[in-house]
């Protein structure tokens, strides 16, 4: 292992890292948030420590106040002894939000140099630290692009990347991996399979399988280079009438300008529907999602999993006949998630839909599935289709903890470990 | 109580640099016997003789009649082609050099030539104002029309708004914001331009009047007429300010939200 990755520096302390008593409130606007209470742990030398907890829980709030990006209103935060008010040298942090924390003007190797020429370390010193690092987390191809030219997951191993060269004590990570995705360029290649009305597709491969260019061809947002997408006997050339998507990236797929419920009622005041019929439409679709009490909210002041819910209700109002959803969930947390999850099932099954669910998570495809489509890795062929022959009514705890459920996702899993060798690069 | 307790004390806060200044000039200038230089005192009660008479419809009201036609002009004009040239690349590559060079001629010097042509009336004056205040309204709306996030374009797309529906729905709010920031600075350029216009060649108006006091050596009416341009200019662009958070509340509150505050 090269350098830049040894174990942290010998120190005579055992605990190296103390958490004591530390409260976190915010004040503003005339209300008091208590993000962070009286929390009290040590890390040891060496450790790897996971935090987990619910959005909200004030995760992101704890991190910060150990990073020295936020003060305490109470308690204190120690490393190696000395008390953090300021972010210490020997620390660093990877965000969740990597298209955010690199600066897009410099190269790759610039974004990793940066905190090194900061250290004044030596020119040589920092080419090598450089390099290793970008070795490390298998980016040394790209060393010269630019972050905005990479997927979301080889920018968020350039942030790892930065915060390795850097040679901390303590690294932080903030749910580094909530926001990577399957971002692709990669090619399809051949690809047939057809889907009966009434059904809950899933498709699943790795990262770079071109899941999300295969749904955008579906929808009619992107022109096939060979062969067709039909619906109903009509070839799909452009969106077509009886489609709905529900994009991953939530936060960009709702209107910022618009409430709530015109954000639901937009699709529909466009078809010229009266208006009446609308807000029947409107208040079901909210109701069936659990949102009848935001109608006058704006997007932005929800939360993730609720934006989500939004983006749901405005499809399940377009009353379609094909759901496609790219990746929803993949941007929430997992509480929110497995209540999603279960309100896809639900609203597949009062309204008789047809769904394309494309993910590339395992468990949830196996969970929500009836169907479950194996894409391989680029060029992208269809590498298996498999019945999930689990019962109809599924439940996070007891569906998950059947054989048959470990099975169907062992089969899916080597499939796709498979694909990945076969193809032989790296997942993105 | 609360809110009026913090409502007042940004008040406080907002008055505290304007009092000590005024003051700063009263008494500094209260003894002055220099002729350009003359006492506040003496500026403000000139103040109202000269302005609250009929030169009120002479001269202010004229000026602010032409400067919201240019303005309101510009503003038409520049959301007009900027969507058209934000919206279409092959539009933007064939006008990107001749606008680039009517941008780079500085307006005030149209004067002359418009005058030859358009005469020395509210046309040419209007026309002059349209010319300077067009561009950052025109160049904000072209970036903001480009940037109209991909996953909105799509969701509309699949959502079948296309066409006239896709520009009211989609294309202007989400350019709103750049098309604000243009319409701010096409604002104080329009102020400038309508007074520069009114200096060249006029029977009336803002401009014309404070350059005639000048010539005629009525210096503490001069002085007042520059007390008045500022508190137009400072009055226009606080009514922008509440048009701007009415119109753009939903941008601060996105903004707000992804910066993490509450």
């Not at chain 1, 619910?54 to 990006?69: D, R, W």
């Not at chain 1, 983006?311 to 497995?338: G, K, S």
């Not at chain 2, 109580?1 to 907002?14: E, T």
């Amino acid at each position: 292992m090269s350098d830049a990755l040894t174990a942290p520096r010998a120190s005579d302390r055992a605990t190296l890292l103390d958490v004591r008593g530390v409260q976190k409130t915010y004040t503003g606007r005339g209300r008091t948030v208590e993000a962070v209470r009286d929390l009290t742990f040590s890390v040891g030398q060496g450790e790897l420590v996971c935090i987990v907890g619910p959005s909200g829980a004030g995760k992101t709030t704890l991190l910060k106040c150990i990073a020295g990006l936020l003060a305490p209103t109470a308690g204190t935060v120690t490393l190696d002894g000395a008390r953090v008010t300021s972010p210490p040298p020997s620390m660093a942090v990877v965000f969740q939000e990597y298209g955010r924390s690199l600066f897009p003007w410099m190269t790759v190797e610039g974004n990793v140099e940066l905190p090194l020429k900061q250290k004044k370390l030596p020119k040589a010193r920092r080419r090598e630290l450089v390099r290793e690092a970008l070795e490390a987390v298998g980016l040394s191809d790209v060393h010269s692009a630019y972050p905005w030219q990479l997927s979301g997951g080889m920018q968020q191993r350039v942030a790892i990347a930065r915060a390795v060269a850097y040679q901390p004590q303590v690294l932080l990570m903030d749910e580094p991996f909530a926001a990577v995705d399957a971002q692709t360029r990669a090619d399809l290649e051949d690809l047939d399979f057809r889907i009966d009305p009434g059904e809950l597709v899933c498709v699943v491969g790795p990262s770079g399988a071109g899941k999300t260019t295969l749904l955008r061809c579906i929808a009619g947002l992107l022109d096939v280079t060979d062969g067709e997408v039909v619906l109903e006997g009509e070839r799909v050339t452009s969106p077509p009438k009886g489609m709905a998507v529900v994009f991953q990236e939530y936060g960009r797929s709702l209107f910022p300008w618009m409430t709530i419920r015109a954000n639901v009622e937009l699709p529909l005041k466009n078809q010229r529907m009266p208006k009446e019929q609308r807000r029947t439409l409107v208040a079901e679709a909210l109701d069936a999602v659990g949102l009848a009490h935001v109608p006058d909210k704006y997007p932005w002041q929800l939360s993730g999993g609720m934006q989500q819910r939004v983006a749901i209700a405005r499809a399940v109002a377009y009353q379609p006949q094909v759901l496609l959803m790219d990746e929803p969930f993949a941007a929430v947390d997992a509480q929110t998630r497995a209540d999603l999850e279960d309100l896809i099932r639900t609203v597949w099954k009062t309204l008789g839909v047809t769904i394309l669910f494309v993910t590339h998570d395992i468990d949830e495809s196996v969970y929500l599935g009836g169907r479950v489509i194996v894409l391989s890795s680029s060029p992208t062929v269809v590498q298996e289709d498999i019945i999930i022959d689990l019962p109809d009514e599924r439940d996070q705890l007891g569906t998950r903890a059947l054989p048959r459920f470990t099975e169907l996702r062992a089969r899916i899993y080597h499939h796709i470990q498979n694909a990945k060798d076969g193809a032989g690069h790296i997942d993105e | 109580m609360h809110f009026f307790l913090r409502a007042a004390r940004a008040l406080a806060f907002a008055l505290v640099l304007p009092v000590v200044l005024v003051v700063a000039w009263w008494s500094a200038s209260a003894s002055s016997t220099n002729y350009y230089w003359p006492p506040l005192k003496t500026i403000l009660t000139t103040f109202g003789d000269v302005w609250f008479s009929d030169r009120l419809q002479v001269d202010v009201l004229p000026s602010v009649t032409r400067l919201v036609i240019g303005y309101a002009g510009a503003v038409v004009i520049g959301v007009g082609l900027g969507v058209a040239l934000g919206s279409s690349r092959t539009l933007r590559r064939l006008t990107e050099p001749v606008l680039e060079f009517f941008r780079a001629i500085p307006p005030p010097v149209l004067i002359p030539v418009l005058f030859l042509f358009a005469g020395i009336g509210n046309t040419a004056k209007v026309i002059v104002i349209i010319s300077g205040a067009v561009w950052p309204v025109l160049l904000n709306t072209v970036e903001g029309v480009r940037a109209v996030d991909e996953v909105l374009a799509d969701t509309s797309r699949s959502y079948g708004i296309t066409g006239p529906a896709r520009l009211r729905r989609l294309v202007l709010p989400a350019a709103s914001p750049q098309i604000v920031a243009g319409m701010r600075q096409a604002l104080s350029i329009s102020i400038i331009l309508m007074v520069i216009s009114e200096m060249f060649a006029s029977t009336n108006g803002l401009g014309f009047a404070i350059v005639q006091f000048q010539r005629s050596f009525a210096i503490p009416e001069m002085w007042s007429g520059i007390l008045l341009l500022g508190l137009l200019g400072f009055v226009l662009s606080l009514l922008f300010q509440l048009f701007e958070r009415r119109s753009l509340r939903w941008y601060h509150g996105l903004r707000r939200s992804q910066r993490g505050e509450k």
